[in-house]
């Protein structure tokens, strides 16, 4: 029996076969898009590890044709999806350096043609073996090809078997032409246009089910392609055809100029509809739902228990059942049920268990120490007696009031002391709707814990949590599902552990710091300028780091920052380079600013720190405060020296608690 963690492990649709139809798990917006309906084509968008590549191979007909749907409709073979990712170092080769005489443009067309015919004679091949057509079983091998195909193609015979036969040859003989352009003899070019809408046209002659048979493209991973490939790519979609679609995905920001062949361009609307993957999964909660769905999936498949009678793992994967899936009761049976597997504290309970913690109870006195000190009441009262286990949360968001330049130390003393004596209220200044504990007590929680860098920060932990902290990447779920399994349960089975599945705090706190440490550390892997791309994303959090560890907490939970639009244009070519970077590989969301303060602030936006970096180092997940910073500051961040960048960090951090701040400057490298 595989260890329950290792359900969790299986996070790429790379390892899957062509088939993923059981794999996948049909989003909520589904109800909401649009692929097959006109001759369209569709972009879709979306980070590393989405579910682009999953996403695009449901269309495939691997998973159209899978031998585990049911009642595949004609309108279904009418859309036949055909699935594309370049093989970059090969594509790489064809260039007009490389193969001369300008035949790169020529070479890759070919390539392409040869790539997709083949999975045309294997589409055949499933077709001819389904059992479940709703209109009975359909044989396309035996269709005849028309004089296109024999004419362009060279064929011995107007065969399928012989169209299979031939491109496997042509792709070993195209293979060895690309490596060796001076020893090979050049290859007769077909262009993919000609030859894919021949063959339908042959397939709808075969057969009256097929009269309005059309190829979709579903190109993956367009960014890789060199720019003159890109562009033949682009020429199809700008001139598309009853018999052709062809859809590209790539990562947001990687692709800015989708230009043609001649001086045209792709236009939204006109030419293409977008869709971004990573805005949908956000909206309506829906993250948290798929993931839910998800998470009790993946423990169906290694034979868990989870009692969740509303879950029913086979209607995951049609969208026919979506309508059951969206209704308001299942979506919060799902939710709960993985809620009690993956429990949470609210912050007043994680305040609690503070006051209860000793460690945690000292570094909160000592916050009081120094805030009295700073306000010049030390002596008058003692730290411990301003601790109270009725009111936890005041007690800790008292000691960030205390260091504050703003707050007087008496006023808030007297005021801590009415709320001792009276109770909390609704009407207190602690405890009213966005009060001192309401804007203050996650940013004083996580402070609190930064001090005990060792100490598991159960802030993180909770199903709601992880999703906050990994959405929109599914994957970076399923890594921290996989790391909090392992360690609740090592190498366990579903038959092993014998009760039900519960994960106490720690253990996914811990998990939560694991998979966050894995994830910075591998941003080094990201692109091109990886290291760069490391060094920028450790100043950026050790900035918000430093926000973090100011004992006053005068503006709480700073993990992002905006800067105004023309402002953004003065800076560097290499800053620049790097920030796009930080987009393309989600290092960095970018979003509209819609919390402006003044006028003068409405052309910005903001950019995020991705989340799953918040445990590495310690800062807050919410999106709930940022800084602004000009153009000069963001490139010293993004190019300047470690000198520079500390000089800007003093600049920018409030240096009211001096000595914590000479301590943050001389750790950020």
Same mark, same amino acid.
């Given at each position: 029996?595989?260890?329950?963690?290792?359900?969790?492990?299986?996070?790429?649709?790379?390892?899957?076969?062509?088939?993923?139809?059981?794999?996948?798990? @049909?989003?909520?917006?589904?109800?909401?898009?649009?692929?097959?309906?006109?001759?369209?084509? @569709?972009?879709?968008?979306?980070?590393?590890?989405? +579910?682009?590549?999953?996403?695009?191979?449901?269309?495939? &007909?691997?998973?159209?044709?899978?031998? &585990?749907?049911?009642?595949?409709?004609?309108?279904? !073979?009418?859309?036949?999806?055909?699935?594309?990712?370049?093989?970059?170092?090969?594509?790489?080769?064809?260039?007009? %350096?490389?193969?001369?005489?300008?035949?790169?443009?020529?070479?890759?067309?070919?390539?392409?043609? !040869?790539?997709?015919?083949?999975?045309i004679c294997q589409a055949i091949k499933n077709i001819d073996a389904a059992q479940n057509l709703a209109n009975g079983s359909l044989s396309l091998g035996s269709a005849r090809l028309g004089t296109t195909l024999v004419r362009q193609l060279d064929l011995p015979e107007p065969t399928i078997q012989a169209l299979h036969l031939l491109i496997e040859e042509r792709m070993a003989d195209f293979d060895l032409w690309v490596r060796n352009p001076d020893q090979?003899?050049?290859?007769?070019?077909?262009?993919?246009?000609?030859?894919?809408?021949? !063959?339908?046209?042959?397939?709808?002659?075969?057969?009256?089910?097929?009269?309005?048979?059309?190829?979709?493209?579903?190109?993956? /991973?367009?960014?890789?392609?060199?720019?003159? &490939?890109?562009?033949?790519?682009?020429?199809?979609?700008?001139?598309?055809?009853?018999?052709?679609?062809?859809?590209?995905?790539?990562?947001?920001?990687?692709?800015?100029?989708?230009?043609?062949?001649?001086? %045209?361009?792709?236009? /939204?609307? &006109?030419?293409?509809?977008?869709?971004?993957?990573?805005?949908?999964?956000?909206?309506?909660?829906?993250? %948290?739902?798929?993931?839910? /769905?998800?998470?009790?999936?993946?423990?169906?498949?290694?034979? +868990?228990?989870?009692?969740?009678?509303?879950?029913?793992?086979?209607?995951?994967?049609?969208?026919?059942?979506?309508?059951?899936?969206?209704?308001?009761?299942?979506?919060?049976?799902?939710?709960?049920?993985?809620?009690?597997?993956?429990?949470?504290?609210?912050?007043?309970?994680?305040?609690?268990l503070a006051l209860a913690d000793q460690p945690l109870r000292r570094r909160i006195s000592e916050m009081i120490k120094k805030g009295l000190e700073f306000q010049g009441l030390d002596g008058t009262v003692k730290a411990e007696d301003l601790i109270s286990e009725e009111v936890p949360e005041a007690s800790i968001v008292l000691g960030a009031i205390l260091n504050r330049k703003t707050q007087s130390g008496k006023d808030?003393?007297?005021?801590?002391?009415?709320?001792?004596?009276? +109770?909390?209220?609704?009407?207190?200044?602690?405890?009213?709707?966005? +009060?001192?504990?309401?804007?203050?007590?996650?940013g004083c929680l996580f402070h609190i814990y930064a001090g005990l860098p060792r100490r598991p920060n159960i802030l993180y932990s909770g199903f709601s949590r992880f999703c906050k902290i990994a959405a929109p990447n599914l994957r970076f779920f399923q890594e921290l599902c996989h790391s909090t399994l392992?360690?609740?349960?090592?190498?366990?089975?579903?038959?092993?552990?014998?009760?039900?599945?519960?994960?106490?705090?720690?253990?996914?706190?811990?998990?939560?710091?694991?998979?966050?440490?894995a994830m910075f550390g591998d941003i080094m892997q990201l692109g091109p300028h990886g290291y760069r791309l490391l060094d920028f994303a450790r100043r950026l959090g050790g900035l918000f780091e430093a926000f973090n560890r100011r004992r006053s907490q005068s503006e709480p939970e700073i993990n992002h920052f905006s800067i105004n639009e023309s402002d953004a244009t003065r800076l560097s070519e290499a800053a620049q380079t790097i920030l796009r970077e930080a987009k393309i590989w989600s290092v960095l969301w970018e979003t509209k600013d819609t919390k402006n303060k003044a006028d003068v602030d409405a052309a910005q936006y903001e950019l995020v720190l991705n989340a799953i970096y918040a445990p590495h180092f310690k800062i807050s997940y919410r999106k709930r405060r940022k800084i602004t910073l000009s153009a000069a500051q963001l490139d010293i961040i993004l190019t300047q020296s470690d000198s520079q960048f500390e000089s800007l960090v003093k600049q920018l951090v409030d240096s009211q608690d001096d000595d914590t701040t000479a301590k943050i400057t001389g750790s950020l490298f």
């Open positions: 029996m595989p260890a329950i963690a290792d359900a969790f492990l299986k996070n790429r649709a790379d390892n899957l076969p062509p088939d993923v139809f059981q794999e996948f798990i @049909v989003p909520p917006f589904f109800q909401h898009i649009s692929i097959f309906r006109d001759s369209k084509s @569709v972009r879709v968008l979306g980070g590393r590890g989405c +579910g682009k590549t999953m996403f695009l191979r449901f269309f495939c &007909h691997g998973s159209t044709f899978s031998a &585990h749907r049911e009642n595949i409709s004609d309108d279904e !073979l009418s859309n036949l999806g055909l699935y594309f990712r370049p093989d970059t170092g090969f594509c790489s080769l064809m260039t007009p %350096e490389w193969l001369q005489k300008q035949r790169d443009g020529f070479a890759f067309s070919h390539y392409l043609t !040869l790539s997709l015919v083949a999975e090979c003899e050049v290859p007769r070019f077909v262009h993919f246009s000609t030859i894919l809408t021949a !063959l339908a046209d042959d397939l709808a002659n075969h057969s009256p089910r097929l009269r309005s048979i059309a190829f979709r493209v579903f190109v993956d /991973e367009f960014e890789n392609l060199l720019p003159r &490939h890109r562009e033949i790519i682009c020429d199809a979609i700008k001139h598309p055809s009853q018999r052709i679609a062809v859809h590209i995905a790539h990562k947001r920001e990687a692709v800015t100029d989708l230009k043609t062949s001649g001086q %045209e361009r792709i236009a /939204e609307i &006109h030419d293409i509809r977008t869709i971004d993957l990573e805005s949908w999964l956000v909206k309506d909660n829906d993250f %948290e739902v798929l993931a839910a /769905e998800l998470f009790l999936f993946r423990i169906y498949q290694v034979d +868990g228990v989870v009692s969740c009678p509303a879950f029913k793992p086979e209607l995951l994967h049609d969208p026919v059942h979506l309508p059951y899936r969206l209704t308001t009761e299942y979506r919060q049976d799902v939710v709960n049920c993985v809620k009690q597997i993956l429990p949470e504290l609210n912050a007043p309970e994680i305040a609690r808030a003393l007297g005021l801590f002391k009415q709320v001792l004596e009276k +109770g909390r209220s609704n009407t207190d200044v602690f405890y009213k709707a966005g +009060g001192w504990v309401d804007n203050n007590l996650y392992l360690l609740a349960y090592q190498r366990q089975s579903a038959d092993d552990i014998g009760e039900p599945l519960c994960v106490d705090q720690n253990n996914q706190a811990l998990a939560a710091k694991q998979v966050s440490d």
